[in-house]
């Protein structure tokens, strides 16, 4: 255990920033995994609106600094493919 004040505080501050980053993160996951699978099985405009969520949600987490930049491309590159083939297998 730290005897400094300063290092107390950032043990519970670097605690309380771990737990919210945990649960960012895995709110990412499950926006991301309802958006793949509301792609090929709702009706357009509803799985369009799960897409902008699971994409809103990963902006979020890269502008707190929670994923970094390029992951979050990534992801949001990653997850527009999916959703587009999926578009592209129901139309046609």
Do not use: H
Request: net charge positive.
């Amino acid at each position: 255990m730290a005897n400094i004040k300063s290092q107390k505080k950032r043990i519970v501050t670097n605690e309380q920033r771990r737990q919210r980053n945990i649960a960012v993160r895995s709110r990412v996951k499950t926006l991301v995994k309802t958006a793949d699978a509301a792609a090929p099985n709702k009706p357009a405009e509803e799985a369009e609106r799960e897409l902008k969520a699971a994409l809103s949600s990963i902006d979020r987490a890269c502008s707190k600094g929670i994923i970094p930049p390029n992951q979050a491309a990534r992801r949001k590159s990653s997850l527009m493919q999916r959703s587009n083939r999926a578009r592209q297998a129901n139309a046609g």
